[in-house]
């Protein structure tokens, strides 16, 4: 499916020869992306690309671990979602470096122009991420291409102030060590998950549980216990 998304979406851009279009199912991992999004980057990085844009499944409020491994986050949004600001969007764009509204052609032009006034009005009351930058809202339009060097620049002026502030060293070691932990915590719950004695006692854990017999935080004692044992 994301293979033919990809062709469909993207079919110039995958002809380039100079650009390596990457699907990775998601597979149920939370966050956007899937769990070897971070060696994937890597990995591009190594073969010697120096721009690397990873576009998430669809990021929910609670689905932000993709800001754990970018350098800048990128909130791409449509004309008319100014109305969810104060719902699902905010997580999101508490860690957002940039908010773009596409769409801005045609009969949704003037609708994309009040979007990013909305935006841009709403991240001045949120705590800022950067010291050296603050959050901005720009409009573009894909069909017509317009407003696409706009954003790169945005991108590019970002680098530079958080670069030169010493922030996105700071930053890339916090993310490091937020990989270390995420890593630690799949293997464990794999672990755990795949113990005889887990597998053993988890239906009737589950249950007890469903049922209200047995409280999760009983439940979970329980399985860990075996576990442990």
Avoid at 38 to 66: M, N, Y
Avoid at 166 to 195: C, I, K, P
Wanted: some cysteine; charged content about 25%; glycine content about 10%.
């Amino acid at each position: 499916g994301s293979i033919l998304g990809d062709k469909t979406r993207m079919g110039e851009l995958a002809a380039d020869p100079e650009v390596f279009v990457r699907p990775s199912p998601g597979s149920g991992h939370l966050g956007g992306v899937a769990r070897r999004t971070r060696e994937a980057l890597l990995l591009c990085e190594a073969a010697g690309f120096d721009v690397v844009i990873v576009e998430t499944i669809g990021v929910g409020q609670s689905e932000t671990e993709i800001a754990e491994m970018v350098d800048a986050f990128v909130l791409l949004v449509g004309p008319g979602a100014g109305d969810e600001l104060q719902g699902i969007k905010r997580g999101i764009m508490e860690l957002a470096d940039l908010i773009v509204v596409n769409k801005a052609d045609g009969d949704l032009a003037a609708a994309a122009s009040r979007t990013r006034a909305d935006y841009a009005n709403a991240v001045h009351l949120l705590r800022p991420k950067w010291s050296a930058w603050s959050t901005r809202a720009v409009t573009c339009s894909a069909v017509e291409r317009r407003g696409i060097a706009e954003v790169w620049d945005e991108l590019t002026s970002f680098a530079e102030a958080v670069t030169g502030s010493g922030e996105l060293s700071t930053h890339r070691a916090a993310q490091a060590v937020a990989w270390l932990w995420s890593e630690l915590r799949d293997d464990l719950v794999g672990d755990f998950r795949s113990a005889p004695a887990v597998q053993a006692l988890l239906p009737d854990v589950e249950r007890a549980v469903a049922s209200g017999d047995l409280s999760a935080r009983a439940g979970a004692r329980r399985l860990l216990d075996a576990f442990r044992s």
